[in-house]
């Protein structure tokens, strides 16, 4: 699919360094509306939205800052834990929209596998469809994801 000046533009300021020392691109050589595109089709072919799958990031992010950074349960599934930088980080689609610079961390229960997300993640996959480039150190992959939090 062709890319807008405008997304051309975001992208550009995905690199490490513009927002990010680390950047949301990662080594992904696609254009930003074709990572978008293939990480939509792969929620799309679980039958899961961005906006539901974002809705639960957000309930177990919630669930584990009641803990101030110490580990909560939640539904004796998952044991959370957030991570509270301090100040905001704006989203890089020029929404005017600003993040909590917090990270979440979360371990599955029964099996001991791990993930973590960003607030900046949760409203970019709610609101872009953006999951972050290949190799960025925040990709969250929308198959594996979804797996993890047993929303298929």
């Not at 360094?17 to 792969?42: K, P, T, V, W, Y």
């Not at 949760?122 to 047993?150: D, N, Q, T, W």
Request: charged letters at 25%; hydrophobic letters at 40%; proline letters at 5%.
């Amino acid at each position: 699919m062709k890319q807008s000046p405008e997304l051309a533009q975001i992208q550009a300021n995905m690199m490490p360094g513009a927002l990010s020392a680390h950047g949301f691109i990662g080594e992904d050589s696609r254009n930003l509306i074709d990572i978008i595109q293939s990480d939509l089709e792969a929620l799309q072919q679980l039958g899961i939205t961005q906006e539901a799958l974002a809705d639960k990031m957000q309930e177990i992010t919630d669930i584990g800052a009641k803990g101030l950074g110490r580990p909560e349960s939640m539904d004796e599934h998952f044991e959370i834990a957030v991570e509270d930088y301090k100040g905001e980080i704006p989203c890089p689609f020029k929404d005017k929209a600003k993040a909590n610079k917090r990270q979440t961390h979360v371990r599955r229960l029964d099996t001991g596998a791990t993930i973590r997300w960003t607030d900046l993640n949760i409203h970019m996959i709610r609101e872009h469809g953006f999951f972050e480039g290949y190799g960025s150190p925040y990709r969250l992959a929308p198959a594996e994801l979804v797996k993890f939090l047993g929303m298929v």
